[in-house]
């Protein structure tokens, strides 16, 4: 008889973001005329840039075209894609990243899931909190943790790093030694983000120990700041210890067309074996690319026009985390984050659990954030709110916000 | 230290689709000037249909606008995506599944490879012989199979299903009763089909043991004989033991575009336990949704114009199936498949093996097909051809191989 994989009895609740679209659907129905503004899920609303809708139409046109026409993407991706992203996202800051080393794939939040299937499942991970839940979420699907410690709030097995005001939400090296170490940075939820040597202790601690740092740099076109890395690769010897995740969704709006990469440099070793070879197994065996289409979307972002649209986009979910982040602050609220990442990370009023909150905003004020606590405990009495929504919801945010503060 | 997920090494050379890949590529670096016809891996030829391309340009005008921009797609899929499917593949074929039972994803590739995911390790599986590699690769990754014996090619603890012209590459109910049953009508590679009442033999063997039967239905809109099931759920019970993958893939010439969904019925268990919810935890925890464009794209094909066209293109490639087919047996080869499949499954030359009569082709005929060992031991001494190419390569294709035979 068929049986289920019990590790995923051990998560508890429905995925956050889930959770979160059916109470506002919920509260929708029961209030049809209410003017929800939704700084919730960090999905963006700015429009596909010019430079991506002419790509985009360029490519279906060749796609309805026999002598055009292109069937099942190359494995690692289409080489004219790998190679703006190795150019572009990599040499131009002093990276050598080769094309080979880039796997393109539908999105970070996949590959942030599906990386932990290279390694043993006696791999000890390591993660912030608060924390992404899929780090944590994929690793218990795939029986890599312990139960779920109610009391804690917290996984058995797993090795959490509080993130909290007191070490500018920036983990501190583990006593116990993670086999496996997740860092985002710019960094969801918190929006901190990690200086350059502060990144490099991590590489030369994960270095010294055989640990892999998975590193989620979904965030970075969101840096302002000039000693913030781009890209983990900038820190000496990360080649021989990280893995890396870049995503198109945040950079360039791609939430709803999908695209995104993995990098895998060829030398990275767990103990003696060569991780590259095992991802290029999973990446042919399970996955069949990104739209030939979308890959076209994507190499648009790096061409001169492309670019500076892009620029202009961010700019613009910028300037919306200075009207929150400020906004919030002359309400009296404590805030961080925001500066290089498109969030806001806020104290609670009045004392409220993450939840009370978020029911307070959906209810009194028709807004929409994550509770901290959906993060991780040490994100309760914490909430986030998101650049991303459009300037003029942001600013209407912030005058009902202030409202009765 | 980090260490790997030593099932991988389980895994004997690289995925064979990615194997015959470099091999062409080889020959064709040695060869530039080569004329090679390409009937291996199975990949479409014939562009997009205009109710497509019509559909996805409209769809990229709707994202480059503010007031039409969508990003995150909900979890299982566009809700006017699932409805067409629920009524054009099912409910018109008197199968009862609901849009709330499809899962909408980047294809059956991801889905068939992913789905082990949520079934215990300790589940037995059976598999026909020969098979697509996928169904396999992904149990062996997980750890759901013993090493690979070499000797008789197969992995130990997995349940091998001849299927030979013998029985008519329909498999035999096996002898151990199996949790986990892949079977894939019209089959890939062999282009056999179940009738309907040899199908609900299984149904009744899965019900009757609490198996659940994995059903790849990815080649459907080539079925031409009217008691040949187009979907699983037409027999009686199916929806208590059957989960069922769909592409749009080969039905509307998609390898390139990425779209296709998985059945899995509300109530369907595992002992006493419902997959529908970790299948939802799943994609809402890994995945992030097909692009809104691909999904409307995909609508499209149900339209009457879209239908219409796809209908013509499916017929275009059967047509090239029966080419190839009677050209073949005119040439004197023993030849199967092809009349409700887009694959031919054939007899080497000579007693040739499978990788022998690959090279005899690829060298001597400048042809590319699939040698049969390549999807199981029982395959050893076929070849697959597939329809797929133009119908001008199928026709020169059986010239050349006239040429001396």
């Known amino acids: 008889m068929a049986t289920i994989n019990r590790n995923y009895l051990k998560l508890p609740g429905s995925y956050l973001f889930s959770m979160i679209?059916?109470?506002?659907?919920?509260?929708?129905?029961?209030?049809?005329?209410?003017?929800?503004?939704?700084?919730?899920?960090?999905d963006v609303t700015k429009p596909l840039i010019p430079a991506v809708t002419k790509a985009l139409h360029n490519a279906v046109d060749e796609m309805g075209n026999a002598e055009t026409f292109r069937g099942y993407a190359p494995d690692l991706g289409y080489e004219f894609l790998r190679n703006a992203i190795s150019d572009n996202d990599y040499k131009s800051r002093g990276c050598d990243i080769s094309p080979d080393e880039i796997f393109v794939s539908d999105g970070a939040k996949s590959d942030c899931s599906n990386i932990q299937e290279i390694f043993g499942l006696d791999n000890t991970i390591a993660v912030c909190d608060p924390v992404y839940p899929v780090y944590v979420d994929s690793n218990v699907m795939a029986g890599r943790t312990g139960d779920y410690d109610e009391a804690l709030q917290r996984f058995k097995g797993v090795i959490y790093m509080p993130c909290t005001a007191g070490n500018g939400f920036v983990p501190e090296i583990p006593d116990e030694v993670p086999d496996l170490i997740y860092l985002c940075f710019p960094n969801n939820p918190t929006g901190a983000v990690m200086k350059k040597d502060q990144l490099r202790e991590w590489v030369d601690f994960a270095r010294k120990n055989g640990s892999i740092i998975l590193y989620d740099a979904a965030y970075e076109a969101f840096i302002s700041e000039s000693d913030v890395p781009h890209s983990i690769y900038e820190c000496e010897g990360a080649r021989e210890c990280a893995i890396e995740f870049k995503s198109f969704s945040k950079t360039a709006g791609f939430t709803g067309l999908r695209l995104g990469y993995t990098v895998i440099p060829k030398d990275l070793k767990a103990g003696t074996e060569r991780l590259w070879p095992l991802w290029e197994r999973r990446h042919g065996t399970k996955y069949n690319g990104a739209p030939y289409i979308v890959q076209?979307?994507?190499?648009?972002?790096?061409s001169d026009e492309g670019r500076a649209q892009v620029r202009g986009q961010i700019a613009g979910y910028l300037e919306n985390a200075a009207i929150i982040s400020e906004g919030l602050m002359s309400a009296g609220y404590e805030v961080y984050g925001g500066a290089n990442a498109p969030y806001i990370w806020m104290k609670t009023k009045d004392g409220m659990t993450s939840w009370e909150f978020f029911d307070y905003l959906l209810k009194e004020k028709q807004i929409v954030g994550t509770p901290g606590s959906g993060f991780g405990p040490a994100g309760e009495g914490y909430f986030r709110l998101t650049a991303f929504g459009t300037k003029e919801n942001s600013i209407r945010a912030i005058d009902r916000l202030k409202g009765d503060s």
């Open 21 to 42: 679209a059916k109470k506002v659907n919920e509260y929708s129905e029961m209030n049809p005329g209410a003017d929800i503004i939704r700084l919730g899920i960090g």
């Open 296 to 302: 076209r979307a994507g190499e648009a972002i790096y």
